[in-house]
């Protein structure tokens, strides 16, 4: 029987080419006996023509596996797979370019006992980018042969297979594998990978630098927190101006339909629905761009995975890890791509607690929310140098957002999807200069996405609320208010003695229910039914705030902060949670909790803030 070779190492470091390099078109592929993981099989001959039977592991970060592709990898190289003979020698396939996190698993491996040879792969691409390693060095080090290849240029093929065979060859004594805690690894791979750098670029020698200290436990995350401050705080400062401007456009528009039209329902139509609606929500356009101004730059600069790595001690005492601080972050810009982008988590109850909290990120559908009420209750003072009151307002409800959805994971991981903590490994990208045309590409296509969505959803959500504001008309000379008398207001008499114990009035109950469609649509209800009431039918978005401050108690509009912070987000995030979950139990269990704690929130903020007399 030929003696049979495994090829293993990280994902991505180009084992599969070096596998098809060395095997050609002797290959075949089925499935491990009882798992549907893909098994590739090849042959290949040394130099006097002894077949040697290959076979391409699935990648894998370690031997405690987080995936079923990891246990396969786990049980062919500990010789466990029902049907499946041990390999007689490993091949492990490093990175050069990425050498001290791929060195981590090689270590694992080789103290596995088997005899071993490491192919230092494209190195080609190392040298391209500046780093010059010394293979015989790396050998002495890990105590096995290390042959330098390019799988995809053919190169190092013939040294690699001469050196195998020695190793087949060669006597080699039984080696019982001694356990050594990860973070001991993780040093030793790293001290071992500086140690055989020969030369490398200032570029290299600076992201090791920043890593020092933005990598840090305590320091990374301060700087995390810091730089999120920093996005808040800008979110009020530099959009004051071009909200003005907006805000003066709307305006301008209102008042010459006022002027060029007669008093009668068209004209209620044009300036209670489409600029009183629409228009209370596209001023906030300025805000939404700077949040992805910031969210864009921290992806593009190769901060992002960075801090997904710092935040890995943080989710892990919650039962999560940093697989799924990625798709959490992505969620503050809205929910649906941030549910999705749980895809890439290996572990599914782990996924499953992330899709379930993910809602509780607050997505920039609630900043026209938080803007009004803030804006309108909060005064615009300096609690500092340079940081504004309102902006600390902001970053505070962002910050509670964050630390429901920590409680919540919390509960959850324990109740209820009782998963277990999973490893986090994952490459660190380099550090570059974000592409400013690519920058402001992503800008207009979320400014796009965002004005679609106020000319549909929006849009029709208001001038359905505007008419069912509108309809029945309140008798002339009655002293009866058009809301109240109209079927909106009896549907929201309905639903106000549910919610009066928790402050809300009237009018923000009539608000609630179009909320469920889009989050902005509660600004834009808010400002129809103003506007509806106003005797001079007058209303810009400007003057929604001022409205607000005169008619709402303190205690009421911090009431309302509570409940967005934790109410359920819109329909189309329920919708794309029952598809990712596959049926409608979870899309309603995250329904039901969210409205429990929003509620809940809701009511402790009030009667809290009421005792304190505001």
Known sequence: MPPLVALVGNPNAGKSALFNALTGAR?????????????????????????VEMIDLPGAYS????????????????????????????????????????LRFALELIAQGLPTVVALNMVDLAERDGLQLDAEKLARALGVPVIE???????????????????????????????????????????????????????????????????????GVVILLALLFLMFQAVYGWSEAPIGWIESGFALLSEAITGALPDGLFRSFLTDGVIAGVG???????????????????????????????????????????????????????????IMATR?????KERLATILIAPLMTCSARLPVYTVIIGAFIPSTTVGPGIGLQGLVLFGLYIAGILGAMLAASVIQRFVTQSRTSSFLIEMPRYQWPRLRDIALSLWQRAWVFLRRAGTIIFAATIILWALLSFPKAPEGSGISQVEYSVAGRIADGLEPIVRPIGFNHDIALALIPAMAAREVAVSALATVYAIDAADEDV???????????????????????????????????????????????????????????YAAAGITYWTARSFGL
């Not at 995936?67 to 490993?90: K, M, Q």
């Not at 890439?344 to 599914?348: E, G, L, N, S, Y």
């Not at 329920?574 to 929003?598: C, D, H, Q, S």
Request: hydrophobic share 50%.
């Open 149 to 219: 290849t390019v799988a995809v240029r053919r190169r190092g093929l013939a040294p690699l297979m001469a050196e195998l065979e020695r190793t087949l060859k060669a006597p080699r004594p039984s080696v019982e594998p001694v356990a050594v805690s990860f973070g001991a690894k993780n040093q030793q791979a790293r001290d071992i990978a500086r140690s055989v750098i020969v030369s490398e670029t200032a570029g290299r020698q600076w992201t090791r630098r920043l890593d020092s200290v933005l990598l840090h436990p305590v320091g």
């Open 280 to 338: 209370s929500v596209v001023v906030f356009l300025p805000q939404i761009l700077i949040l992805f101004l910031f969210i864009l730059l921290l992806e593009a600069s190769g901060y992002m995975t960075r801090a997904a790595f710092v935040m890995d001690r943080v989710m892990a005492a919650v039962g999560l890890s940093g697989h799924s601080f990625i798709p959490l972050l992505s969620s503050f810009a809205c929910a649906i791509p941030g």
């Open 27 to 51: 290959q075949k592929i089925a499935n491990y006996p009882g798992v549907t993981v893909e098994r590739k099989s090849g042959r290949a001959t040394f130099d006097d023509g002894q077949p």
């Open 540 to 598: 810009a978005a400007s003057s929604l705030g001022p409205k607000l401050a005169a008619d709402w108690s303190l205690a009421t509009a911090l009431a309302f902060l509570a409940w967005f912070v934790f109410a359920p987000q819109c329909i189309s995030t329920i919708a794309v949670t029952r598809r990712e979950t596959n049926g409608w139990k979870w899309p309603i269990f995250m329904v039901t909790y969210l409205f429990a704690l929003a």
């Open 63 to 102: 031997l405690d596996p987080d995936s079923l592709d990891e246990a396969v990898t786990r049980d062919v190289v500990l010789g466990n797979l029902e049907g499946h003979r041990r390999p007689d020698a490993l091949v492990i396939v490093l990175d050069a370019g990425n050498l001290d996190n791929h």
């Open 344 to 348: 890439t988590i290996m572990d599914q």
